[in-house]
């Protein structure tokens, strides 16, 4: 038996679609650089195109999406450390009413602390 020919035009197997957005995103940038990779084997891909591929391999691009990860990461910290600092200052006005009400300091009165039991 003969082997048949795989053709570059014929139609691939049809993937199924991602179940979320950011999948589906990478299903298509993918299909996109594997078309991109047939016109420059093909030898008709656009200069446009050429230096598209060029531009997302350069260390530059790479360096800054670096250095977007790391800001990005050092946000989050100040955020979490900004909820935190929230979450102690609550903490600290629960347990200062606290000590209040066992000392017998009910609630301030007119800018006064009311002390339970004196008139």
Do not use: C, H, W
């Amino acid at each position: 038996m003969a082997r048949r020919r795989i053709d570059s035009a014929e139609p691939k197997k049809k993937s199924r679609p991602a179940a979320t957005m950011e999948a589906r995103e990478a299903q298509l940038i993918a299909l996109a650089y594997d078309r991109a990779e047939q016109r420059l084997r093909d030898g008709t891909a656009s200069g446009q195109e050429i230096t598209a591929l060029i531009r997302a391999g350069s260390a530059k691009t790479k360096f800054e999406l670096e250095k977007l990860k790391n800001e990005t990461e050092k946000l989050k910290a100040q955020r979490d450390v900004l909820e935190s600092s929230k979450r102690t200052d609550e903490m600290y006005d629960k347990a200062i009413a606290a000590m209040r009400t066992y000392m017998g300091i009910a609630e301030e009165v007119d800018g006064d602390p009311y002390i339970l039991g004196v008139d």
